[in-house]
């Protein structure tokens, strides 16, 4: 009886562990991420500022200018892991995410529009303009890859084309000549420069109303897992929970590229690096990968930073370089999976 206790509390503790791991992670990487720059900073000042202590200009260097793009990093990494294990839940395929869906693309399609035609934008107004994109790109990718069913290598290939067509867009668009170019273009690669408190209040205001009542509805996600027929003999309204996730994912992809750009593949890795960490149930399943993504985000900024500097090489290109080959090794498994 004692041994059977004994071991459900150390099963019961391994995601409390995992989640405290990553916590602290993050927390390093973002300490690290604030001695990176054009001009790196010692560590010992870096802490003694955070304090509000030390050098008023090293103060003002990691609180105004360094602080936010590392906190917008943390956020848009959460939001776009946990749009990915959504999305990844609701279809129950490994291969969907955010990006191979085309719903980054299309956000990112909807805000450069909108920022290349108007002098001036509010952040709902732009937040709006993503979401509608990213809603017609999700559609268009479903009526190309339907064919008597959704087979998750062709969705994932349309959704990679879909995608491809967006940035074609965007590229098409930022090459006209308008005075808005330059902030148009950081939705080609993504990109943390140049970001202020200003994007991290706009997008820490969505993250708090839509990741809480994700996280809540943590239970009937698991239940969908088990297929429509299970969910709906335990009363779930199916078509209202899965269209009210949906709606959270695309929302939260779109309010992500609104702020930082089209940075794909954190969506598709962060939900897979958290099974494996902290297993499938979507209570646990949620943070881990939110805070997965803040990692891969903060890490990929800190690489693109402090490579070749004073030159930063876009975050979103850093993390593609480790997200494609990852997803054509899940494409292959899928694909070896079909055939059995």
Request: contains cysteine; glycine residues 10%; hydrophobic residues 55%.
């Amino acid at each position: 009886m004692n041994k059977r206790t004994d071991h459900t509390k150390k099963h019961r503790g391994k995601p409390a562990a995992v989640l405290l791991f990553l916590l602290i992670c993050l927390v390093v990487l973002t300490v690290l991420n604030l001695a990176i720059g054009d001009e790196n900073i010692p560590l010992f000042a870096v802490l003694k500022a955070l304090v509000g202590q030390g050098d008023p200009g090293v103060r003002f260097m990691v609180m105004e200018f360094r602080m936010p793009r590392i906190i917008l990093a943390v956020l848009a990494g959460a939001a776009l892991a946990i749009a990915g294990a959504i999305v990844q839940s609701l279809l129950r395929n490994p291969l969907a995410a955010s990006d191979t869906l085309g719903i980054t693309g299309g956000a990112g399609l909807g805000a450069v529009i909108v920022t290349v035609l108007f002098a001036q934008q509010t952040p709902l107004f732009l937040t709006g303009a993503a979401f509608l994109g990213s809603i017609l790109a999700a559609v268009l990718v479903y009526v190309l890859a339907y064919r008597n069913g959704i087979a998750p290598v062709r969705l994932a290939l349309v959704g990679i084309a879909v995608n491809a067509f967006c940035h074609s867009g965007i590229q098409l668009l930022i090459s006209r000549s308008s005075p808005n170019v330059s902030s148009a273009l950081i939705w080609l690669n993504g990109s943390l420069w140049g970001r202020s408190w200003d994007h991290v209040l706009a997008l820490f205001i969505w993250c708090c109303l839509l990741i809480p009542p994700v996280w809540l509805a943590a239970k009937p996600l698991d239940i969908m897992k088990s297929g429509d027929g299970v969910a709906a003999s335990l009363g779930i309204s199916l078509e209202r929970t899965r269209g009210l996730l949906l709606a959270a994912a695309v929302t939260l992809t779109a309010a992500a590229v609104t702020a930082v750009g089209t940075i794909g593949f954190i969506g598709l890795m962060a939900p897979h690096i958290g099974r494996k960490l902290a297993g499938h149930e979507s209570r646990i399943l949620l943070p881990a990968s939110g805070l997965i993504g803040g990692i891969i985000l903060l890490a990929a900024d800190a690489v693109g930073r402090g490579l070749i500097p004073p030159l930063e090489i876009p975050a979103g290109l850093i993390a593609a370089v480790v997200g494609g080959p990852y997803f054509i090794y899940l494409l292959r498994r899928e694909a070896k999976r079909g055939r059995k």
